[in-house]
């Protein structure tokens, strides 16, 4: 796959965890789309490394997504966890 499919699959993959996780989060849309972009490779790489199976087979394959998706979701509470603090102080 290259590039702009990974961008666009972790695009949506940001707003399905978004829409998993809801909550007011410091930074907006933007935010939300670059947790997206880098929870698909994470999502990707984790795949790699605990499952041994390749999860960057194609655009429409469902272990694309659910890696993406779980990646997202990783980082989203990640994210929420560091700024959690700085909004109640």
């Known amino acids: 796959m290259g590039i702009i499919a990974w961008i666009l699959i972790g695009l949506l993959a940001g707003i399905i965890a978004k829409m998993l996780m809801p909550g007011k989060d410091p930074g907006g849309i933007i935010i939300t789309m670059l947790i ?29 997504w659910i890696a993406a998706i779980v990646g997202s979701l990783i980082l989203l509470a990640l994210y929420r966890v560091v700024t959690g603090n700085r909004r109640r102080a």
């Open 36 to 64: 997206g972009i880098a929870g698909g490779l994470l999502g990707g790489w984790l795949g790699k490394v605990l499952f041994d199976v390749d999860s960057i087979d194609g655009f429409f394959d469902i272990s694309t």
